[in-house]
Antibody
């Protein structure tokens, strides 16, 4: 069974930083690109960032470019999102998601809530 | 990037009605990489359809997906009370992943 478990969310002040983590299991983590997707309260889904299996290619949404950094540690089956200079509009549930060889279609975690507020 | 536009924004229907949700892409999308999600309040999106027409585990056959190229459709043949929710389409064939803005199916 594919499992993606996010952690690291919480309440942070504007301008602050937070690091999200996502641990994957039930599939060959090191062989797949990984994504972060977020959903602000009452809003739709927004892709945030992606990283290829070997970290060779990294992409960001314009809304987070220059503030967020995606990375991964394949030895730990882990994906990360370092979020700096956080703004109120970054408040959202953050999901990690991927395509695997185990399950047809995209697999998602349950999400971790990030709240940016003074 | 591929922009996905869903219509209508809200669908007001009664239990037993047929629901037809549309998702139009700004450029051709491989049907192998189109998904639909169901989301209920306070829950994560739940994969409903993948590959444009394959139903995910746990969903009954009143849900069906179709389409190709730039036009995709999710059909719920006879709405049950538990089907009232928000539905999103998603293309994952080209980077970046993109999502439609959602269609809310509400009880009339």
């Amino acid at each position: 069974e594919v499992q993606l478990v996010e952690s690291g969310g919480g309440l942070v002040k504007p301008g602050g930083s937070l690091r999200l983590s996502c641990v994957g299991s039930g599939f060959s983590f090191s062989r797949h690109s990984m994504n972060w997707v977020r959903q602000a309260p009452g809003k739709g889904l927004e892709w945030v960032s992606s990283i290829t299996f070997g970290s060779s290619f990294i992409y960001y949404a314009d809304s987070v470019k220059g503030r967020f950094t995606i990375s991964r540690d394949n030895a730990k089956n882990s994906l990360y999102l370092q979020m700096n200079r956080l703004r109120a509009e970054d408040t959202a549930v953050y999901y990690c998601a991927t395509l695997t060889e185990t399950v047809a279609g995209p697999s998602w975690g349950q999400g971790t809530l990030v709240t940016v507020s003074s | 990037e591929t922009v996905l536009t869903q219509s209508p924004g809200t669908l007001s229907l009664s239990p037993g009605d047929r629901a037809t949700l549309s998702c139009r892409a700004s450029q051709s999308v491989s049907s192998s990489y189109v998904a639909w999600y169901q989301q209920k309040p306070g829950q994560a999106p739940r994969l409903l359809i993948f590959g444009a027409s394959s139903r995910a585990t746990g969903f009954p056959d009143r849900f069906s997906g179709s389409g190709s190229g730039t036009d995709f459709t999710l059909t719920i043949s006879r709405l049950e009370p538990e089907d009232f929710a928000v539905y999103y389409c998603h293309q994952y064939g080209t980077s970046p992943w993109t999502f439609g803005q959602g269609t809310r199916v509400e009880i009339k």
